[in-house]
C-alpha cells in the first residue's frame, strides 16, 4: 500500500475515533432500552425526550403573522440494532432552516441528509419538499440527538400539532408561546383518555403567554389498513389564528366560517374563467337533451369520462381552483380544477351552480371549525328546484345523485355570493349498494355446474366499473373471468354475457355458466358434497387490529344457490344454519330443503361502513363460526 495513503488512512481512523469519543451505551442505557422494549416490542426506536418550541412572530413585508417552530429528540434504539429514516416535510409555504443530527457527545454525525421533492402514485406535481436522513444505531442502548427548525411563512398553514409520532415516545413537552398582540386557540381534540398535563403561564415584560403540554408514555402511530384518519385517533391541538393587533390595526384571520369562507372567495374572485371556450361543447351536450335532469347528466359524465383526476399542489394552488378553460383544454385537473369545470359548464347550460368546499371521511371536524383542516376536497353543487345536488367529477361511474362513501354525511360549504351555504351530503342503505347471486346447480359426477347470474347496484357497482375499467381492453375478458371464479382454478366460467358495462343508470348484470371441479367424493356408501366455491368474507378477519375498521362503503350481499341433488340420494345431514345479526352488520348462512332441491342462502350486510374497535371480537367469534360452515360438508346417502 503506498505510505501516503496508508498515513491518511490511520489518519482518518484516528480523528474518527477521537471525533466519536463517549458515544458507546452505558450499562444504564442498556438496562433502560431493554425495559422499553418491553414495553413497545415491536418498536426498533424510541424518542426518550422530545420538546417541540412554537413561536409566532410577523413580517413587515409580507404582512403575515409567521411561525417558528423547533424540535429536539433524543433517540435510542432499543432493539439489537436498528436502521431508520427522519424526515420533515416543507413546502412553498415553508422552510427547514437547520436539520441535524448529532451524537451524544454533541458532535455532528455525518449521514447524507437528502433534499428532494416529495412523489407521491397520486399527485401530477407537488411543490412539497422533503428532508430525510437514514440513521444507523450499531447497538442496543445507543442513541442520537435530532434536531430540526423549520419556519411557516403564515400561520394559517400551521394547523395543527399531535403528540404521537412514528416512534415511541417517552417524554413529550410541547410549548407553545403566545404574543399578546395574537388572538390564537390551541384547540384541543382527542384529549380524553389521556393524561396530557397543561400549564400556562403569562410574561409581563414580554407579553406573552407560554401554554405547555406534557405527555408520557405515547404510543407510537398505528400503521394498520382501512383505519381511520387521524384526526380521529390521536389527540392533538388545532392551531386557530384568529385576528392579530399591528400598528393599531386589527387584522381578522380565521375568527369564524364566515372569515374562513371569505379568504376561500378571495381566492375564486381571482380566478379568470373563460366561458367562450366551454359553450360549444355544453350546446353539444344539451342540443338533444329532453329534461333538465338530462342535461346535468350530460355535462356530469363527461366531465367524469374525459377529464382525468390529477392533483395538482403547489402553493396557492392547493386552494385555489384552475381556470375552467384550462382544464378543459388539458383535459386534467385536480377536484378544484374539476368542479370549477363542471360548475361554469352549468352555468352556461342556465343552472344555478356552485363551487363547495368539503372533507371527506377521514378528516373529524365540521365547518364549526374556522381552519384550512377542515376540508381537503371540492365538488360542484347545482341548486335545483329546491335541492342541492352534488357533483363530484372526481368520481368514475357514479351517477346522479349518488354519492361515494368517502362524502356521505359530510358538511358542506357552498358558495353564496359574499355568503355561503352549509349543506350536508345524503347518506344511503346498504340496501342501494346491494349486490346479488343467483344460481342453479346440477350435480353432475364430482362437479356442480349450471347458470349463475350477479347484479350490482350503487357503489358496488361503481366499484366493479372501477375495477373493470383500469385494465386494458384486450385483458378486460380474461380479468373478467378470473374475477367470476374467483381465482380458484377449480371454478371454470363460461358463455359470459353483460349488461351495458359503462352505464351509471342501469343495474349492472352478469350472466354466465358455471363449472366447479372436486365438488363430490364417495366413502364407505356415502357421499360428500363440499358445496361452498365462493368463500365470501372468509378471510376478512380483525384480529389484533387497535383501530376501528372502515370499509369502502356499505354493503348487502345477497346470495342465493339451488342445487339439486343426485337421483337416488338425499340429504342425511346439513350444516347448523348461522345467524348473527347486529347493530352494525348481519351474516346469515342457511340451508333449507323442499324435495330434491337444497335452497343455499348467504346474506352479508354491513350497516355503517365500519366495525368499531369494541365490536371486532364478536365479529371474530362470528367469523369462526363462518369459516366452520364453509369447511363442513353435506352428507348424501342412497334414498
Not at 114 to 132: G, I, P, S, T
Request: aromatic residues 12%; charged residues 30%; contains cysteine.
Amino acid at each position: 500500500m503506498n505510505i501516503k495513503v496508508t498515513l491518511l488512512l490511520c489518519l482518518f481512523i484516528s480523528f474518527s475515533v477521537f471525533g466519536q469519543k463517549n458515544i458507546d451505551p452505558t450499562p444504564a442505557d442498556i438496562d433502560l432500552a431493554k425495559s422499553i422494549r418491553s414495553k413497545y416490542e415491536k418498536s426498533d426506536v424510541a424518542i426518550l425526550e422530545s420538546m417541540e418550541n412554537i413561536t409566532f412572530g410577523y413580517n413587515k413585508s409580507s404582512s403575515n403573522v409567521t411561525v417558528d417552530l423547533s424540535v429536539d429528540e433524543l433517540l435510542m434504539n432499543i432493539n439489537h440494532r436498528a436502521d431508520i429514516f427522519k424526515y420533515e416535510f416543507y413546502d412553498s409555504s415553508s422552510k427547514i432552516e437547520n436539520f441535524t443530527i448529532k451524537y451524544r457527545n454533541d458532535k455532528l454525525a455525518y449521514f447524507a441528509v437528502q433534499d428532494e421533492f416529495y412523489k407521491d402514485k397520486d399527485l401530477f406535481y407537488n411543490d412539497a419538499r422533503v428532508k430525510h436522513v437514514k440513521i444507523d444505531f450499531p447497538v442496543q442502548g445507543y442513541t442520537y440527538n435530532y434536531h430540526i427548525d423549520k419556519k411557516f411563512e403564515d400561520v394559517k398553514y400551521f394547523t395543527s400539532i399531535y403528540f404521537n409520532d412514528e416512534f415511541p415516545v417517552i417524554k413529550k413537552k410541547i410549548k407553545v408561546t403566545i404574543p399578546k398582540w395574537l388572538n390564537l386557540e390551541l384547540k384541543e381534540m382527542n384529549f380524553q383518555g389521556h393524561s396530557i398535563v397543561k400549564t400556562q403561564t403569562t410574561d409581563a415584560k414580554k407579553n406573552t403567554t407560554t401554554i405547555v403540554y406534557e405527555f408520557n408514555d405515547i404510543p407510537a402511530l398505528i400503521s394498520e389498513e382501512n383505519s381511520p384518519g387521524r384526526s380521529y385517533l390521536y389527540p392533538h391541538l388545532l392551531v386557530i389564528a384568529k385576528s392579530y393587533e399591528m400598528n393599531g390595526e386589527k387584522i381578522t384571520l380565521f375568527n369564524s366560517t364566515a372569515d374562513l369562507y371569505k379568504w376561500y372567495k378571495s381566492l375564486i374572485d381571482q380566478m379568470k374563467d373563460d366561458p367562450e371556450q366551454l359553450k360549444s361543447k355544453v350546446t353539444e351536450l344539451t342540443a338533444k337533451a329532453k329534461t333538465d335532469e338530462e342535461k346535468i347528466k350530460n355535462i356530469y359524465y363527461w366531465v367524469q369520462d374525459n377529464i382525468r383526476y390529477i392533483a395538482f399542489e403547489d402553493g396557492i394552488a392547493g386552494f385555489k381552483p384552475d381556470d375552467s378553460q384550462n382544464v378543459f383544454k388539458k383535459r386534467y385537473g385536480d377536484c378544484k380544477g374539476m368542479a370549477n369545470l363542471i360548475k361554469q359548464m352549468m352555468i352556461i347550460a342556465g343552472f344555478d351552480a356552485r363551487l363547495t368546499w368539503i372533507g371527506t371521511k377521514h378528516i373529524a371536524y365540521d365547518y364549526s371549525i374556522p381552519s384550512l383542516s377542515v376540508d381537503n376536497h371540492m365538488i360542484c353543487t347545482v341548486l335545483y328546484k329546491g335541492k342541492q345536488i352534488y357533483l363530484d367529477g372526481t368520481e368514475k361511474n357514479i351517477s346522479l345523485e349518488e354519492y361515494a362513501e368517502r362524502i356521505q354525511n359530510k358538511e358542506t360549504l357552498i358558495e353564496n355570493g359574499d355568503t355561503y351555504i352549509i349543506g350536508k351530503i345524503p347518506t344511503v342503505q346498504a340496501s342501494q349498494n346491494k349486490e346479488t347471486f343467483r344460481a342453479k346447480l346440477v350435480v353432475d359426477g364430482e362437479k356442480l355446474k349450471g347458470s349463475c347470474k350477479r347484479t350490482y347496484l350503487g357503489e358496488s357497482r361503481t366499484e366493479f366499473q372501477n375495477i373493470y375499467n383500469s385494465f386494458e381492453t384486450d385483458k378486460k375478458a380474461e380479468a373478467l373471468e378470473r374475477y367470476l371464479s374467483k381465482n380458484d382454478k377449480n371454478n371454470h366460467v363460461t358463455s359470459i354475457k353483460t349488461s351495458d358495462l359503462k352505464s351509471r343508470e342501469q343495474a349492472l348484470t352478469i350472466d354466465y355458466e358455471l363449472e366447479s371441479e372436486n365438488r363430490l367424493s364417495n366413502f364407505d356408501g356415502e357421499m360428500y358434497l363440499n358445496f361452498e366455491f365462493m368463500n365470501e368474507y372468509k378471510k376478512f378477519t380483525l384480529k389484533d387490529r387497535k383501530t376501528d375498521y372502515e370499509l369502502d362503503y356499505k354493503t348487502l350481499y345477497d346470495s342465493e344457490i339451488t342445487i339439486v341433488l343426485p337421483a337416488g340420494y338425499k340429504v342425511e345431514k346439513l350444516p347448523e344454519n348461522l345467524i348473527q345479526k347486529e347493530e352494525d352488520y348481519q351474516v346469515e348462512v342457511s340451508f333449507s330443503q323442499k324435495g330434491n332441491e337444497l335452497l343455499y342462502r348467504k346474506v352479508f350486510i354491513f350497516n355503517n361502513a365500519i366495525l368499531p374497535k369494541n365490536k371486532q371480537e364478536k365479529w371474530n367469534t362470528t367469523h369462526k363460526k363462518l369459516v366452520e360452515f364453509y369447511n363442513s360438508s353435506i352428507t348424501l346417502i342412497k334414498s
